[in-house]
């Protein structure tokens, strides 16, 4: 009885030992072959291997150095789970018998911001390039050519991306989360639709039902239109429109007219943010924003738009006569100085938007004169804290809003 007990127990360590020791070297094999398709776009370091008996591949520490991108995309933990260590052994020794259900989670992504994210030569391709104007341009300057960039995120205080994603495939349906800290979230289902691998390449089998996309902006939207407006010199109420104006014109220039709820609904969008859940079809023209022939009987189909969780109607584009759009020669020069990302130094901002700058330094100017330094604790309606270093410890001082007429914050920002 011994004996067949112990041959049981190293028959056990016997095949878990394989079972490792397989996944690793099909893992490997899998992430060689990923990273020779991806050669010629980036760098795929896997980082280190590990696996559960349970159906699950696990990467610890991988990254992605995109050959467009100065900045890595970097990857704490990347979690494969079938669910069963047979559905595993299969799906890494044959990725194209990928099993009905399966989950990967993604923690820990990150990616620094530098003030120019975007290589030189992919910069002057885009500024050479040819084409139909772009249909979303956020501007951040007089000139309404210079659109919203890396360096612009970093003088909004957003010095990084960070967040989880999620995927989930079951057998009639695909979901898909990413969620990030403090710019917001993007959720996906799409009913029917599958992932698949085939030939090395990853491809999305179209469901019959339309995705739907949630987007939540987690008040972004807000300090975007804010701080754009400020370094354009004009209103959030004009820049917003300048933006609605941009996909006009790039409407125009395909041979669209949007609706006025459409043209509504993105300037709302923009000053606002919030909760946007919308209907596409991605094999369809206009991702399956329907085009009307002629908007004068008033009939029609209409765009499947959830606004803040309330249905918006009459959202569809009208077939027009195509505008060509005449580009300036000469840009417009700026006339609000722009920041130098590199330089540290005392930087205004807006006392409604000081929670941002939570345990940060800051300068408070008192209706009294008085000036108080130190570090952000927290800010409530009525009145801000901020902690001073006193005799090796900190102490506190709560301050009403009402009496304060300047707020500063050391970052970096525009040279003084």
Request: proline share 5%.
């Amino acid at each position: 009885m011994k004996r067949l007990l112990a041959t049981l127990v190293v028959l056990v360590l016997i095949g878990f030992a394989a079972f490792k020791a397989g996944v690793w070297w099909l893992a490997d094999q899998r992430m060689a072959e990923a990273r020779q398709a991806l050669e010629s776009y980036g760098v795929l370091h896997r980082g280190s291997i590990s696996s559960g008996i349970e159906g699950r591949l696990v990467l610890n520490n991988a990254s992605w150095q995109d050959f467009e991108l100065t900045q890595p995309l970097d990857m704490a933990r990347a979690e494969f789970d079938t669910g069963s260590p047979v559905d595993l052994l299969s799906a890494l020794a044959d990725p194209t018998s990928l099993p009905a259900q399966w989950t990967l989670r993604l923690d820990g992504l990150g990616l620094t911001l530098d003030p120019t994210m975007l290589r030189n030569w992919v910069t002057a391709e885009g500024v050479n390039s040819e084409g139909d104007p772009a249909l979303f341009v956020l501007s951040c300057a007089p000139d309404p050519r210079q659109q919203l960039g890396s360096g612009d995120l970093i003088r909004m205080g957003i010095t990084a991306l960070a967040g989880d994603g999620f995927v989930r495939q079951t057998q009639g349906n695909l979901h898909a989360e990413l969620n990030t800290i403090s710019t917001g979230s993007l959720e996906l289902d799409w009913t029917d639709a599958r992932i698949r691998v085939q030939d090395s390449e990853l491809s999305v089998l179209d469901g019959d039902e339309p995705m739907r996309l949630t987007l939540r902006d987690g008040g972004l939207m807000r300090r975007i239109a804010a701080y754009c407006a400020r370094e354009a010199g004009i209103e959030t109420g004009e820049w917003a429109g300048r933006a609605v104006a941009a996909l006009v014109a790039g409407l125009e220039a395909r041979g669209l007219a949007a609706s006025d709820q459409l043209k509504a609904l993105y300037r709302q969008w923009l000053l606002e943010g919030g909760e946007l859940t919308v209907n596409l079809q991605p094999d369809q023209s206009m991702f399956g924003v329907p085009v009307r022939v002629d908007d004068n009987g008033g009939q029609g189909p209409s765009w499947q738009v959830r606004y803040n969780g309330a249905g918006v109607p009459d959202v569809f584009l009208t077939e027009a006569e195509p505008v060509v759009q005449e580009t300036p020669e000469v840009a417009v020069e700026p006339v609000v100085p722009r920041e130098d990302p590199e330089t540290e130094s005392w930087y205004p901002a807006e006392l409604e938007s000081a929670e941002q700058w939570i345990d940060r330094q800051v300068r408070v100017t008192l209706s009294n004169d008085n000036v108080v330094e130190g570090r952000l604790v927290s800010v409530s309606e009525r009145e801000l804290e901020v902690a001073r270093v006193v005799a090796g410890g900190e102490v506190a001082y709560p301050m009403l809003t009402r009496a304060i007429v300047n707020f500063e914050v050391w970052r970096r920002g525009r040279a003084q």
